[in-house]
Nanobody
């Protein structure tokens, strides 16, 4: 079964950094545009960053200049380097393709303390 596994979350102080990983099973990962999403308590899931199969990237205004999305197609893995973290970045972070083609994973919790 094709699935996604997110990891790398944790508790960090404001200004700190974390690196999230998204491991995908299946052979189609290489050809898919992938995205990182987040969902804070009481809020809708939002797209944070996306990366095309060729490596073109786009970011939400709220994370531009602080987050960097990347991928390693040989490892079927996508990353999100998060720097200068803020308390408002606190959320469960998920990955998926765009449009969605994977079953949503469990996500990884990121908590930023002030």
């Amino acid at each position: 079964q094709v699935q996604l596994v997110e990891s790398g979350g944790g508790l960090v102080q404001a200004g700190g950094s974390l690196r999230l990983s998204c491991a995908a099973s299946g052979s189609a990962f290489t050809f898919k545009t992938m995205g990182w999403f987040r969902q804070a308590p009481g809020k809708q899931r939002e797209l944070v960053a996306r990366i095309s199969s060729g490596g073109s990237t786009n970011y939400a205004d709220s994370v531009k200049g602080r987050f960097t999305i990347s991928r390693d197609n040989a490892k079927n893995t996508m990353y999100l380097q998060m720097n200068s973290l803020k308390p408002e970045d606190t959320a469960v972070y998920y990955c998926n393709s765009l449009p969605y083609s994977y079953v949503w994973g469990q996500g990884t919790q990121v908590t930023v303390s002030s």
